[in-house]
Every structure is written in structure tokens, then in C-alpha cells.
């Protein structure tokens, strides 16, 4: 018989707030906490966006230069480095290859305007203490040197570009997802993927390394078949899949850190068997057109 003696129960007293909780996530009107990588929430900090949570200024000693021409002697370098993968591709009789990846500099949807060296300070922030934020780490984060955190910087000059929003790029294997207007209007038009730099110990112009001899410095080199997976992602997702990466040079003592921006083009072969079906000769541009059907907004 079981005993029901009061001295073997306990009541547990009743949480309103939790039972409200459990209730909107029933409703699935629960929303789900924010999570935003630290680059992009220094950013959010610093302009007043995130209120709240004080970090310090970003150090304007820091020389920052957007070096497309570094850029391109990395485009050439990851190219060169692909060549081993492509050939044994080529050589597989059954499927001929109908694509072929194009680093290049980003030109494509990259706007030229600068914002206005106007007050940082989001005039549509409001002061709330009471939020709680935190820095969690969630990947492996670039290199830095003292207090100057690399992906930060490079970070800051992709904020500075005219018209640029972004989100987490998580879910398309990418660090950002860029738009040119705001998230709740547009679709976005490009994944960022933020490459960390490496240092080997011996110097070397092959494998996961590329060694500039003009700023002695070393330059990440991805996977071929890392690239062409997360390419072939995004371009079926009509968006451009843009590598980054930031370095830091040294010159006669003057040290200067360097963005790079890379746009992972893939293009048709159009002698390729695929591309010759009467079905497809309709349309035989060699690159896919991007930036189309980017509204949200039904006109």
C-alpha cells in the first residue's frame, strides 16, 4: 500500500515565467536567442547597435589597406594550386568536366562608394542595460597580432562598403551572408568565407600556403575540392561565393595590415557535352547571372 504521508512529497513551487515559456515554445512563438560572430558584434558594440555591453575603440593607429593587388597574386596562387586537382579530374572519361573555378578580385556587385565619415552611433539604438551579451567561441579565429584582431579588421572595412548588410553565413558553409539593402527586403547576394592565415615553418609555394615574395608574407591556400563544394553551394543558391582573408606586413618597421577579397567565379566549359544538349543552347553564357530576384517585396 502506498504510503501518502505529506512527509514523502514535496511541492514545488509553480514559476509563472516558466510555465509562459514552455507555453510560447508549444506556440513555437519562443525566439530564439541571437547568435552573431564577434567581428560582427564589435561592430554592433562600437556603433551602438548591440547597447549594453561596453568594449573598448577599435585602435585607429591601426593601418588597414584593402590590397586588391595582393588580392590578385592570391587569386593566381589558389588557381595554381588547383591544377593537380583539375587534371585528375579530367581524366575520368564518363562525365567530362563542365565547370571550372575562377579566382579573380571581387568586382562583381562589389560597391565602390565608401560610407560618409559620418557618427558611428546608430541614431535608431536605444540605451538598455539591462541586455546581456556574451562571446562565445565558435570556430577556430584568425591570426592577430598584440591587440589587433585580424577578422575584426577586415570586418570593419566590409562594413564601411556603401549599402552592405550581413548576417551569419553559417548556414551556407560561409563566415557572412551579404545583402545590398536590408534582410527583411532582400535575399542575400553573397557568401563570405574568412580564411585564417598560417605560418609554416619552412617556407613553401605549394599546399595549404602561398608565400608572397613582394610583402614576404604567407597567404592562405584552401582545399580544390573544399572550394568547389562550397562554390557549386552558393551559385546553385543564385549567390557569389567570395573568399577573405587579412595579413599583416612588415616594411622597413612600418606594419600594415592587408584585406583581401576574392571572388570564386564558376564558369561553364562550354565545349563540355552537358552544355551542348539542344535544350541548353538557348542559353550559353559562361557564368550564371547573379543579383536577379533578390526582393523580398512583391512590386
Known amino acids: 500500500e502506498c504510503d501518502r504521508s505529506q512527509h514523502n512529497y514535496?511541492?514545488?513551487e509553480v514559476k509563472h515565467d516558466a510555465i509562459e515559456e514552455e507555453l510560447a515554445e508549444i506556440r513555437n512563438k519562443r525566439p530564439p536567442p541571437a547568435i552573431i560572430p564577434a567581428a560582427m558584434a564589435r561592430v554592433g558594440i562600437r556603433t551602438g547597435a548591440l547597447p549594453g555591453h561596453s568594449?573598448?575603440?577599435a585602435d585607429p593607429s591601426t593601418d588597414v589597406l584593402v590590397d586588391d593587388e595582393l588580392a590578385a597574386r592570391w587569386a593566381r596562387a589558389i588557381k595554381e594550386s588547383m591544377r593537380e586537382a583539375e587534371v585528375l579530374r579530367s581524366r575520368d572519361p564518363s562525365r567530362p568536366m563542365a565547370y571550372q573555378l575562377v579566382p579573380e578580385v571581387w568586382n562583381r556587385m562589389r560597391p565602390l562608394v565608401q560610407k560618409s565619415d559620418g557618427p558611428t552611433g546608430s541614431p535608431a539604438a536605444k540605451s538598455n542595460h539591462d541586455s546581456q551579451w556574451t562571446m562565445v567561441p565558435m570556430r577556430k579565429a584568425m591570426s592577430s597580432d598584440g591587440n589587433h584582431n585580424f577578422e575584426s579588421l577586415l570586418f570593419d572595412q566590409l562594413h564601411q562598403l556603401s549599402g552592405i548588410h550581413a548576417s551569419c553565413g553559417a548556414k551556407f558553409g560561409s563566415n557572412y551572408l551579404l545583402y545590398d539593402g536590408r534582410r527583411d527586403e532582400r535575399h542575400a547576394f553573397a557568401g563570405?568565407?574568412?580564411?585564417?592565415?598560417?605560418?609554416?615553418?619552412q617556407t613553401t609555394t605549394t599546399g595549404t600556403v602561398y608565400f608572397d615574395t613582394v610583402l614576404q608574407l604567407h597567404l592562405p591556400i584552401p582545399s580544390p575540392y573544399d572550394l568547389a563544394g562550397y562554390v557549386r553551394g552558393l551559385n546553385t543558391a543564385g549567390k557569389?561565393?567570395?573568399l577573405a582573408t587579412a595579413v599583416q606586413s612588415e616594411v622597413t618597421g612600418v606594419k600594415k595590415v592587408h584585406v583581401l577579397f576574392l571572388d570564386l567565379a564558376l564558369e561553364k566549359i562550354l565545349s563540355a557535352p552537358t552544355h551542348q544538349r539542344s535544350y541548353k543552347q538557348r542559353n550559353q553564357n559562361a557564368r550564371k547571372e547573379i543579383g536577379h530576384n533578390l526582393s523580398k517585396i512583391d512590386s
Open 192 to 201: 563570405l568565407r574568412v580564411e585564417a592565415t598560417t605560418r609554416p615553418t
Open 240 to 242: 557569389l561565393a567570395l
Open 55 to 57: 568594449h573598448p575603440a
Open 10 to 12: 514535496h511541492q514545488i
